[in-house]
């Protein structure tokens, strides 16, 4: 034999995730490529002296987990020890919160600020008991009077600060929020610390931009993270000159730079596609073209390691603060609305039509960020007209978050062959919350997989970390249930979706997503070792057991990145 295998996987369940879904028991990996699938007879001939031989015992062999939809610079630096953790479960209410805050003022240097990440008033006890309580400065300013603090949420549409951030910052009564954005106030007009949307860049533009280091540090514990989940590859969804002012600069150019430095070093333990971000929210369709233009066409010397795919833009909010933009009115009324530059309706649609149709011309893949009802046609019908203008075979344009698509945006996206980026782990987490802004029917509803999938709209799957923790298997375990993280209800049951389908949306779809599923994505010769070991039968596993199946092995490109099984 002249080339043996440098690994043999044996006795266990090999799922391709090929057209069929075909099962196999074995599986043999050469140089980085996959070279053999099949039975132990299939693989035999392979091993030779040097040859890693895994008997599976049992376990499930499946391809690396392609998470379509990942912040990972930003989620570095949203987790401890970069910064305080106010998730759930880590805290449930605002005394909660506030008393983080206070143990971190007594260790950090008088006047340094105070970042925390993941707060959800679905999940404080007193924004549950009591919907008008909203977190305040007021909570902030007494365990905190002399240190600046600033607390994202979950979200990242919102940002919590006390008053020696706005005193800071230079924000009170008078100060009027860009487009897009908002300065909440009480009763008697003064900020409450709540920023939403495009206010929060007032925060972001006061506070120093991450260093070089703390971008790479940030960006190496999210690779460890991610190794350790079986996940080896993500997209990295808005890097560029509209990030610049987004959580210190994580989305912002020079994260692009040190994604570059640590590919250089071979530090890059899973392959990352990037959309570019040209502009932020509530930009006009003029700037939107000028910042396009600048940005020219950046290349990367292994683009199957690092790979630029297209642009990103910003079409409106989200739910929980209201400003996705919807056909019919949220509970206690208004409709949000799109969050491009403009003064109506129609300038705004307008707007968002000539940035798509201008990046679609330009030959770009285009990810665009909307979530509700109406903002979703408006971007699909979008799609749609740019492709009639100007032609282009394949395109593979698609939607993020896609909350609330509707039966009109799948025919548009499917007719194209256009796609949807859905979020099951943020289904998991806000399904019990949303019904207070939608009404049980919509929030039942939102990320509808069932329809999509049967629509014939190619459907990829993301964790929008650090939004939510990148666990791939909460997502397909939410995806077959649909049950909420709160309370365990269920959560629109018409919309569940099978085990091999959910698995589709975090590989081969994903990998279609990024235009390598002829080279990534499922386990078939020829193809990149890119794997993920799962200890048990996951084809017999209960849906609610899969998230605690533990991933034992991941491998990318061949090169073992996560091992216990020698632990």
């Not at 057209?19 to 053999?36: D, K, P, Q």
């Not at 206690?332 to 968002?352: H, K, N, P, Q, Y």
């Not at 990534?520 to 200890?535: F, I, M, N, R, Y």
Request: net charge negative; charged share 20%; aromatic share 6%.
């Amino acid at each position: 034999m002249d080339t043996y295998a440098d690994l043999v996987f044996l006795g266990g369940r090999v799922l391709t995730v090929d057209a069929e879904f075909s099962v196999a028991s074995a599986l043999a990996v050469t140089g980085g490529t996959i070279s053999a699938v099949g039975g132990r007879d299939d693989v035999a001939p392979l091993i030779g002296p040097g040859t890693r031989v895994v008997d599976l015992r049992g376990a499930t062999l499946l391809p690396g987990i392609n998470d379509s939809h990942l912040h990972g610079c930003a989620f570095g630096m949203a987790t401890p020890p970069l910064s305080l953790d106010l998730g759930h479960p880590t805290v449930s209410s605002l005394a909660d919160v506030t008393e983080a805050v206070r143990q971190a003022a007594g260790r950090v240097p008088g006047g340094r600020w105070i970042t925390g990440h993941g707060w959800d008033t679905g999940y404080l006890d007193e924004c549950v008991s009591d919907p008008s309580r909203q977190p305040s400065r007021h909570d902030l300013d007494a365990v905190s009077p002399d240190h600046p603090v600033v607390l994202y949420s979950f979200s990242g549409h919102a940002t919590w600060v006390n008053s020696k951030a706005l005193e800071l910052i230079g924000i009170d009564r008078h100060t009027v929020a860009p487009p897009g954005g908002a300065v909440v106030v009480d009763a008697a007009g003064e900020p409450t610390g709540l920023l939403h949307e495009g206010a929060q860049a007032l925060v972001q533009n006061a506070l120093p931009p991450l260093s070089r280091q703390e971008r790479t540090d940030a960006i190496r514990s999210t690779l460890a993270t991610l190794a350790r989940l079986g996940v080896t590859s993500y997209t990295e969804p808005g890097l560029g000159p509209g990030g610049d002012g987004i959580m210190r600069g994580a989305l912002g150019t020079q994260t692009l730079d040190v994604y570059r430095r640590l590919l250089a070093d071979g530090e890059l333990t899973a392959r990352v596609g990037v959309l570019l971000l040209p502009t932020g929210m509530a930009s006009t369709a003029e700037e939107f073209a000028r910042a396009l233009t600048a940005l020219g066409t950046p290349g990367d010397a292994d683009p199957r390691r690092l790979a630029i795919h297209g642009v990103k833009i910003f079409a409106d909010g989200v739910v929980p603060n209201k400003t996705a933009w919807m056909h019919e009115p949220y509970v206690g009324g208004g409709c949000g609305s799109l969050c491009v530059g403009g003064e109506s309706d129609a300038e705004r649609i307008a707007g968002i039509q000539a940035m798509i149709r201008h990046a679609h011309a330009a030959g770009h893949q285009l990810g665009v960020h909307v979530t509700g009802d109406r903002a979703i046609d408006t971007v699909t019908d979008a799609f749609a007209a740019a492709a009639a203008e100007h032609p282009r075979p394949d395109a593979r344009h698609y939607v993020i978050h896609g909350d609330f698509l509707t039966a009109h945006s799948m025919k548009v996206l499917a007719a194209h062959g256009f796609g949807v980026n859905m979020n099951p782990t943020i289904k998991w987490t806000v399904a019990d919350m949303e019904e207070e802004f939608v009404g049980a029917e919509r929030a039942a509803y939102a990320w509808p997989y069932r329809a999509a999938l049967d629509a014939g709209v190619r459907v990829a799957s993301g964790s929008d970390a650090p939004v939510t923790f990148p666990d791939w298997r909460q997502g397909v375990a939410t995806m077959m249930l649909r049950e909420s993280k709160a309370a365990g209800r269920v959560s629109g049951p018409e919309q569940r979706i099978g085990l091999a389908e959910a698995l589709r949306t975090y590989t081969i779809d994903a990998a279609w997503q990024d235009f390598a599923d002829d080279w990534k994505g499922s386990l078939e010769p020829g193809k990149v070792a890119d794997l993920c070991v799962l200890d048990g039968d996951l084809l017999t596993a209960g849906p609610h057991d899969i998230p605690r199946m533990p991933v034992a092995l991941t491998v990318m490109d061949g090169r073992i990145v996560h091992d216990t099984l020698r632990d």
